[in-house]
């Protein structure tokens, strides 16, 4: 019972590959820069839908009709009487959740039933094929038919504005997910500034560095940890799996949240913040104000609130977080590790409503490691091919594996790059930066003109350009490097 084939995964376009940063983006940005201003959403359409479509155009056929449902379901309910409303919502649950189920969890159902041995013949005979983004343009989609339902945003008329911003492909593949009265004014009234192209280039590059300089470094170590027999390794090297893995996988789907937002920017778009340095986090719940930050407030808004929220009594509270979490599990695969990665969030949460953990641990030096060690070892779930390896993994974090750490050890996979980049990385997963961007900017607001100011300017122009070169430089070894939140 371990994950669906990852054969299934259909990949499209990267952000960090030579056709897409040295080809398709210069083309899209020229087009979008000469087309009359009446074209460019339809430049951008179409230009999404050839991204979306790049392997495998077939996938395509997939959210075109996802888009001709939601726009006619959106029409539909707007200012529906009370009866209609809950009919097309009905409706609109049914068809979005029943594509994301046959998409994403029919390999899983049937793995399930077979390993039941009921001898049914499984229908369709091979794996049914993820269209990649699926769980995220699905849940845009759903979010507008039901903002449009409650009166907080009104039905786009123009099928083509609504296809592009199901279809942009800034955030199509992994995110953030969008809401629609978020960027519906942006659709139609945008304009792109050069500050703004320019901070959309250093927002994008940043993006860029953290995938390619430190999240491709860590998960190369991640991967041969994890590919090892947990029941053998040694306490170090488990850990250090671990935690490499952990600062993958944030830099990893942060560096494309910057991206995305970088090329939004590019284009005239702002989309909102996905991530809050999250492991700077003092108690679980205030990790999941700053993990995933769309996904995280998505299930608030549209499962956790109607479910009644915190309005309903502690046990329907505590259950209602356990739902959820569990259904996130869900939402980012379909196997067991996540159903049980989600459970194991949820239950913290729980915990530390049922002993004011999270007001406790904000006010007390331990709340951070606290946080730092149940995340981290939620993530050897997250990670691991099977259950049972997770299981066996977290025991070898603990002392409950074999291995006595002569033939294999943490050293044997740390090396001066990978040091350097542990150590890049602790510091990047700290809000220092920002501070210091926020310091100068105070200071150039109050006027500040001096040899200081001008060295963090020159200072920040060199970094982005640095880095950027790095990166390009990694992506010339030409190695395969999906983001892991594509499966998704």
Not at 365 to 388: C, E, R
Not at 457 to 480: D, K, N, P, R
């Amino acid at each position: 019972m371990g994950r669906a084939p990852r054969r299934a995964l259909v990949l499209g376009m990267l952000f960090s590959s030579p056709v897409f940063l040295f080809l398709f983006l210069p083309l899209v940005l020229a087009l979008v820069a000469l087309a009359p201003r009446r074209l460019r959403n339809t430049v951008l359409f179409v230009t999404s839908l050839v991204f979306y479509a790049w392997d495998r155009p077939a996938i395509a056929l997939v959210m075109a009709l996802s888009i001709a449902v939601n726009w006619a379901l959106g029409l539909a309910v707007e200012g529906a009487s009370p009866r209609r409303t809950k009919l097309v919502i009905g409706l609109a649950l049914a068809f979005n959740l029943g594509l994301i189920g046959f998409y994403k969890y029919w390999n899983f159902l049937w793995d399930n039933l077979e390993s039941l041995g009921l001898g049914l013949e499984r229908f369709p005979a091979h794996a049914i094929e993820l269209p990649i983004g699926i769980s995220f343009f699905t849940f845009q989609a759903l979010s507008y038919v039901i903002d449009v339902s409650r009166g907080e945003g009104r039905a786009q008329r123009n099928p083509l504005d609504f296809g592009l911003y199901i279809a942009l492909f800034p955030q199509l593949i992994a995110g953030p997910i969008v809401r629609y009265r978020d960027i519906a004014r942006q659709l139609v009234e945008r304009s792109t500034t050069l500050p703004g192209f320019a901070s959309g280039v250093r927002r994008f590059v940043v993006g860029l560095g953290k995938k390619m300089l430190i999240a491709n470094v860590l998960a190369e170590v991640a991967k041969k940890i994890f590919a090892l027999e947990p029941g053998t390794l040694d306490c170090g090297t488990a850990w250090l799996g671990a935690l490499c893995y952990t600062a993958q996988i944030y830099f990893d789907f942060s560096g494309y949240s910057d991206m995305a937002i970088g090329l939004g920017r590019m284009l005239g778009f702002e989309f909102l913040e996905n991530f809050d340095y999250p492991y700077v986090a003092r108690s679980v719940t205030e990790f999941w104000r700053r993990w995933h930050i769309s996904l995280s407030s998505w299930f608030r808004d549209y499962l956790y609130i109607p479910l009644g929220g915190n309005r309903r009594g502690t046990a329907r509270t505590y259950l209602h977080l356990l739902v959820v979490f569990c259904l996130c599990g869900l939402w980012h695969g379909a196997a067991w590790n996540f159903v049980v990665w989600g459970l194991y969030h949820g239950a913290f949460l729980v915990l530390e409503r049922a002993v004011r953990g999270e007001r406790a641990a904000s006010r007390s030096w331990l709340g951070w490691p606290y946080t730092v060690l149940v995340v981290v070892v939620g993530w050897v779930f997250f990670n691991a091919p099977s259950l049972s390896h997770a299981l066996s993994y977290v025991a070898a974090l603990f002392g409950g594996g074999s291995g006595d750490g002569r033939a294999v050890h943490a050293g044997l996979f740390l090396d001066p790059l990978v040091v350097t980049v542990l150590a890049a990385a602790a510091l990047g997963s700290t809000p220092w930066l920002r501070a210091l961007v926020a310091w100068h900017e105070r200071r150039v607001a109050s006027g500040a003109r001096d040899v200081l100011a001008s060295a963090l300017e020159l200072g920040s122009v060199a970094l982005v350009f640095a880095v950027l070169a790095l990166s390009t430089m990694m992506l010339s070894g030409g190695t395969f490097n999906p983001f892991i939140y594509f499966r998704f």
